[in-house]
Every structure is written in structure tokens, then in C-alpha cells.
């Protein structure tokens, strides 16, 4: 597909920023979205451009129904037509059930969740008047084993798998719509655990390593790709096999 847009949500570093650039390479131009770290978005730009593509970066949050109009809207200025939605925007910390306030479940749910909702409610009616298009949710391995430290993060994940199934019910045969499942990938959102412990994360995993962004966003640019025009509703899950142990 030739001139058509890609947004990539939560484009400013990590899985995001490296979905950007594969989708770069695979011939889409690009919004970058972000809230609040410009800089990134910037540098996520930037780089698109070192692979030979066109990009732009838009504030907006993801669970603000306002901002996301705009985030698409703004696409649609900068190029005619809408064809990718990856949405990845994700917030997730540590608390247990005792620890998690009210605020941080509702943000839980309105970043990671309502946020996908919104951009494809926005995404998916240039998606139709283009005649094809790709929406593709980031999940968790959480959604699958829950967490003891984030019934926010697991809960919200979990949710995607249903909004998935439903919008590709919804929104066939023109689009499809996909979920991929990451277990434990580098990035910033990481950091902290890898620092800490990764050795041990590592030992727990068949594959014997953690995942790197690029790893992530190769599958998500398989399923945009032509090769995975039949699939939809489905969630892959990139876990280097994790979930048969745990
Ligand atoms: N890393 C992993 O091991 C892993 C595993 C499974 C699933 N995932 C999922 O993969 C996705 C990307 O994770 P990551 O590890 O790359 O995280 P990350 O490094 O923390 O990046 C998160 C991105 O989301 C953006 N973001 C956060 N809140 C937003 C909002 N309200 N509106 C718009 N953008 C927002 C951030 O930009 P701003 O700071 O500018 O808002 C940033 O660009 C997330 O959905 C995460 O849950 C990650």
C-alpha cells in the first residue's frame, strides 16, 4: 500500500517507536503519537525519516475521545488515507489490590482499553471509506495469567482480546482486526525489572531471553502485511513460550 497512513499510539519509545520504523520500511507514512514525551516522538520521527518514510507527531492521549478526533483528523490532513491503526499506548505500575487506588484501576482501564476503543471508533470510518484497513491491539501475556501486582494492567489487557473479537466481527470484510500478546519485551516500560532482575526473568522463559522491540514489531507488521490478510479476531502471542511454563 502506497501512500497510506499508519498510527502507531504510544509512538514516543519502546514497541511503539519500533513499529514505526518497520512499518516505515514497509512503505506507510507514519503518525507518531504520544501525551506527554515530546522529545521522543520527535527522535520516533526523526528515525521513520532515516528509513526513507514520511512522519508526523501528534499529542494527543489516547483515552480523551477530544484528542483522538484530532489525532485522526490531523492524519487525514497530512495524508489522504487512513489504512493502520496500531494501538499501543499502554500505562501499567505496581500495586497490589490493597495498594490500587480508584484513579489508577480508571486510568488503567481508559488508557490501555478505552484508548483502543476510541482511536478505532475514530480510525475505522476512513479505514471504510479507503476500503481496507488494519487495526492492530497490543494485549499482554497478562491478559492470560493476570498479575498479583497490577489487576488494572491484566484486567485492561484481557478486555482488548474481547474488543478485538468484536470489532473484527464488526468491521469485516474491509478490515481486520488483531491482537498480539508480548511477554516480557525491552523497553523504558522494563527497565526497572530487567535492571533488576532479568536473569531471572530469562530463566523462566523456553526462549531463554527477553524480547526486543523489533521482534514485537515484525509480527505486528506481518499481520498489516498482505500475508496476513485472512487472519482476523485472532491474537498471537509472542511470549518465547512463557505461557507453557507459568
Ligand atoms: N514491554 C513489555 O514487556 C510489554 C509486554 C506486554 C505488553 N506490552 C504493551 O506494549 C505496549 C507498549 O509498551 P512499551 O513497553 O513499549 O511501553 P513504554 O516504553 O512505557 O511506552 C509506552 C508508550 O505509550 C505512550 N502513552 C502512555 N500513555 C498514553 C496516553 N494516555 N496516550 C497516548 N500515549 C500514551 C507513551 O508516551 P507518553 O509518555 O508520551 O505518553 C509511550 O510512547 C503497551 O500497551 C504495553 O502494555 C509491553
Not at 83 to 105: I, M, P, R, Y
Not at 198 to 217: F, W
Amino acid at each position: 500500500m502506497e501512500n497510506v497512513a499508519a498510527i502507531i499510539t504510544g509512538s514516543s519509545r519502546g514497541i511503539g517507536r519500533a513499529t514505526a520504523i518497520r512499518l516505515a520500511q514497509d512503505g506507510f507514512k507514519i503518525t507518531v503519537n504520544y501525551s506527554q514525551d515530546r522529545d521522543g516522538a520527535e527522535e520516533t520521527v526523526r528515525m521513520v525519516e532515516d528509513h526513507g518514510s514520511e512522519a508526523i507527531s501528534v499529542r494527543a492521549d489516547v483515552s480523551n475521545p477530544d484528542d483522538v478526533t484530532k489525532l485522526v483528523e490531523k492524519t487525514r490532513e497530512e495524508y489522504e488515507d487512513l489504512g493502520v491503526l496500531v494501538n499501543n499506548a499502554g500505562f501499567s505500575h505496581h500495586a497490589t489490590l490493597d495498594e490500587l487506588t480508584h484513579e489508577n484501576w480508571q486510568k488503567g482501564i481508559d488508557v490501555n482499553l478505552t484508548g483502543a476503543f476510541n482511536c478505532a471508533k475514530a480510525a475505522a470510518p476512513e479505514m471504510k471509506k479507503l476500503g481496507w484497513g488494519r487495526i492492530v491491539n497490543i494485549s499482554s501475556l497478562r491478559a492470560m495469567t493476570g498479575s498479583d501486582h497490577g489487576s488494572h494492567y491484566a484486567s485492561s489487557k484481557a478486555g482488548i482480546l474481547g474488543l478485538t473479537k468484536s470489532l473484527a466481527l464488526e468491521l469485516a470484510p474491509e478490515i481486520t482486526v488483531n491482537a498480539i500478546s508480548p511477554g516480557y519485551t525491552r523497553t523504558p516500560m522494563t527497565k526497572e525489572s530487567l535492571e533488576e532482575k532479568e536473569e531471572q526473568i530469562a530463566s523462566k522463559i523456553p526462549l531463554n531471553r527477553v524480547a526486543e522491540s523489533p521482534e514485537i514489531a515484525g509480527v505486528i507488521s506481518f499481520l498489516v502485511s498482505h500475508d496476513g490478510s485472512y487472519i482476523t479476531g485472532e491474537t498471537i502471542n509472542a511470549n518465547g513460550g512463557i505461557y507453557m511454563t507459568s
